[in-house]
């Protein structure tokens, strides 16, 4: 196999574009998806049965449906409902929502593994249940929790390579616009993959620095 | 300050169960203050179940529990009847009882020191710096002035009982249990925890002891109950249900445990 090296030079300054835009998509999905995870976990560990019951339902309906259907739904649905939302948001939307659900069971799932001990304590000497969320639980799960909370970050981020058939110009798209022009295939895949396996090892660096900064008990 | 003639705990035909399995039936129980009570019986016959209902950390089936002849786990309503507080009332109720778990319970991401702040800031409303002073104060009592800014796994079982002792009675409860406190100790460290027991005992405290160390008993409180399946079988001064026991049921338990763990004691 012969490697077309002038369409690979053409093509890295196109693809760190795509990169960029990427890149923004992931950190404002993953920082809204950190906010509804934790407040989805949260609430299913709460004392409000309704709402333990919609965030399970919630999580039962993303976790059983494509991501590629929701990015669908969200783009050509939400419309109809009188949303407007430029595909770049309806994409942060969808990614956020459906990686949020994911992360909300990993929260349950880490606050409810703290011994029962600690709430019986906590509650022992007054506090209520938000203090004892605060003060007490989540301060000893989140170090574990940050391992299973990369990991869907990481998916996350390699998710927003489905946004590119609702247009957003990112890192796929980028590409694949490269190889409509050039019919280029092969370099250009070998490219991305090579783009999205930096991004991605950057990002499991990061998640350890974080964990290692972290309070160990 | 309450009315002397009115109990400080009282417990009114409380009943637990799970499911169809009975583990507390009709328990009656009254703690004066500065009473030293403690509860023996065989694992099983609902000690621990009868402590962790009167906070609550169970719910009772039914029955009342009283503090200070306020309802726990209960509000009055305009017209006077009682009915199930929520878990918001049931944490401020609980202020007026401390707890000492058989398994210690501290918090692992805490010193000894903020183990016993965290409650008397949070919960009490004391500003950080007043709340660590207090709890140093109370650490102090314990004999831990030198572990402050130890993790509870730098401790040693005695000294993190300790803390939790510290930890129930710094923002003076009005009643303090204590669930098995010496269980989950080494032999050679059960001694001072029960010194710091004993101290507070003497100092005027009400306490409630579910225990094993019969000698300890026997020497602390006032008064000494015997249950066993869920019931009060019998009770009355230490030198009494120890020495003369009425019950055959008490008897047996007192010669089996003469017999078999009777050496522990200190």
Same mark, same amino acid.
């Given at each position: 196999?012969?490697?077309?090296?002038?369409?690979?030079?053409?093509?890295?300054?196109?693809?760190?574009?795509?990169?960029?835009?990427?890149?923004?998509?992931?950190?404002?999905?993953?920082?809204?998806?950190?906010?509804?995870?934790?407040?989805?976990?949260?609430?299913?560990?709460?004392?409000?049965?309704?709402?333990?019951?919609?965030?399970?339902?919630?999580?039962?309906?993303?976790?059983?449906?494509?991501?590629?259907?929701?990015?669908?739904?969200?783009?050509?649905?939400?419309?109809?409902?009188?949303?407007?939302?430029?595909?770049?948001?309806?994409?942060?939307?969808?990614?956020?929502?459906?990686?949020?659900?994911?992360?909300?069971? =990993?929260?349950?799932?880490?606050?409810?593994?703290?011994?029962?001990?600690?709430?019986?304590?906590?509650?022992?000497?007054?506090? =209520?249940?938000?203090?004892?969320?605060?003060?007490?639980?989540?301060?000893?799960?989140?170090?574990?929790?940050?391992?299973?909370?990369?990991?869907?970050?990481? =998916?996350?981020?390699?998710?927003?390579?489905?946004?590119?058939?609702?247009?957003?110009?990112?890192?796929?798209?980028?590409?694949?616009?490269?190889?409509?022009?050039?019919?280029?295939?092969?370099?250009?895949?070998?490219?991305?993959?090579?783009?999205?396996?930096?991004?991605?090892?950057?990002?499991?660096?990061?998640?350890?620095?974080?964990?290692?900064?972290?309070?160990?008990? | 300050?309450?009315?002397?003639?009115?109990?400080?705990?009282?417990?009114?035909?409380?009943?637990?169960?799970?499911?169809?399995?009975?583990?507390?039936?009709?328990?009656?129980?009254?703690?004066?203050?500065?009473?030293?009570?403690?509860?023996?019986?065989?694992?099983?016959? $609902?000690?621990?179940?009868?402590?962790?209902?009167?906070?609550?950390? *169970?719910?009772?089936?039914?029955?009342?529990?009283?503090?200070?002849?306020?309802?726990?786990?209960?509000?009055?309503?305009?017209?006077?009847?009682?009915?199930?507080?929520?878990?918001?009332?049931?944490?401020?109720?609980?202020?007026?009882?401390?707890?000492?778990?058989?398994?210690?319970?501290?918090?692992?991401?805490?010193?000894?020191?903020?183990?016993?702040?965290?409650?008397?800031?949070?919960?009490?409303?004391?500003?950080?710096?007043?709340?660590?002073? @207090?709890?140093?104060?109370?650490?102090?009592?314990?004999?831990?002035?030198?572990?402050?800014?130890?993790?509870?796994?730098?401790?040693?079982?005695?000294?993190?009982? @300790?803390? &939790?002792? &510290?930890? &129930?009675?710094?923002?003076?409860?009005?009643?303090?249990?204590?669930?098995?406190?010496?269980?989950?100790?080494?032999?050679?460290?059960?001694? *001072?925890?029960?010194?710091?027991?004993?101290?507070?005992? &003497?100092? $005027?405290?009400?306490?409630?002891?579910?225990?094993?160390?019969?000698?300890?008993?026997? *020497?602390?409180?006032? @008064?000494?109950?015997?249950?066993?399946?869920?019931?009060?079988?019998?009770?009355?001064?230490?030198?009494?249900?120890?020495?003369?026991?009425?019950?055959?049921?008490?008897?047996?338990?007192? *010669?089996?445990?003469?017999?078999?763990?009777?050496?522990?004691?200190?």
């Amino acid at each position: 196999m012969k490697i077309d090296w002038d369409i690979v030079q053409t093509a890295i300054p196109l693809l760190a574009k795509g990169t960029l835009v990427t890149l923004q998509i992931a950190l404002i999905s993953g920082v809204l998806s950190i906010l509804l995870g934790f407040a989805l976990g949260l609430s299913a560990l709460g004392n409000v049965r309704l709402l333990r019951l919609l965030v399970a339902g919630y999580v039962d309906f993303i976790r059983g449906t494509p991501l590629l259907i929701q990015i669908f739904l969200i783009f050509f649905a939400l419309p109809v409902v009188g949303v407007r939302l430029n595909e770049i948001w309806a994409g942060i939307v969808a990614l956020s929502l459906n990686t949020a659900a994911y992360m909300a069971e =990993t929260v349950r799932g880490g606050v409810g593994s703290v011994e029962r001990g600690q709430t019986e304590a906590a509650r022992s000497i007054g506090m =209520t249940q938000p203090q004892i969320l605060t003060y007490i639980l989540l301060p000893q799960a989140l170090r574990p929790m940050v391992p299973p909370l990369t990991n869907e970050l990481i =998916t996350m981020t390699k998710n927003t390579s489905l946004l590119s058939v609702i247009s957003v110009y990112e890192l796929t798209r980028a590409g694949q616009a490269i190889i409509s022009v050039h019919f280029v295939p092969f370099e250009i895949y070998l490219l991305l993959a090579l783009y999205y396996y930096a991004l991605i090892k950057s990002l499991s660096w990061l998640s350890r620095w974080v964990e290692t900064r972290m309070p160990v008990l | 300050m309450a009315d002397p003639r009115v109990p400080t705990l009282r417990v009114e035909r409380l009943q637990k169960s799970y499911g169809s399995k009975i583990v507390l039936r009709d328990v009656d129980l009254e703690v004066m203050r500065s009473e030293t009570v403690a509860i023996i019986g065989p694992s099983g016959s $609902g000690k621990t179940t009868l402590l962790r209902c009167i906070n609550y950390l *169970e719910s009772p089936t039914s029955g009342m529990v009283w503090i200070d002849g306020q309802p726990m786990g209960r509000v009055p309503r305009g017209d006077g009847t009682l009915v199930p507080s929520g878990e918001r009332v049931l944490a401020r109720q609980r202020r007026a009882i401390g707890f000492v778990f058989q398994r210690f319970n501290l918090f692992p991401h805490l010193s000894a020191l903020d183990n016993v702040a965290i409650g008397l800031h949070k919960v009490h409303g004391l500003s950080k710096t007043a709340a660590r002073e @207090r709890a140093a104060d109370e650490l102090r009592k314990v004999f831990l002035n030198e572990h402050l800014d130890k993790r509870p796994y730098q401790l040693s079982g005695g000294q993190q009982q @300790r803390v &939790a002792i &510290a930890r &129930a009675i710094a923002s003076d409860p009005t009643i303090i249990l204590f669930d098995e406190p010496t269980s989950a100790l080494d032999p050679e460290l059960v001694r *001072e925890v029960l010194d710091v027991i004993r101290i507070l005992a &003497a100092s $005027g405290r009400t306490l409630v002891i579910v225990t094993h160390e019969m000698r300890f008993a026997r *020497e602390v409180a006032h @008064r000494v109950i015997f249950m066993d399946e869920g019931s009060i079988v019998e009770q009355g001064p230490p030198g009494e249900l120890f020495g003369a026991p009425r019950e055959p049921r008490t008897q047996r338990f007192l *010669e089996h445990f003469v017999q078999s763990a009777g050496a522990r004691s200190p």
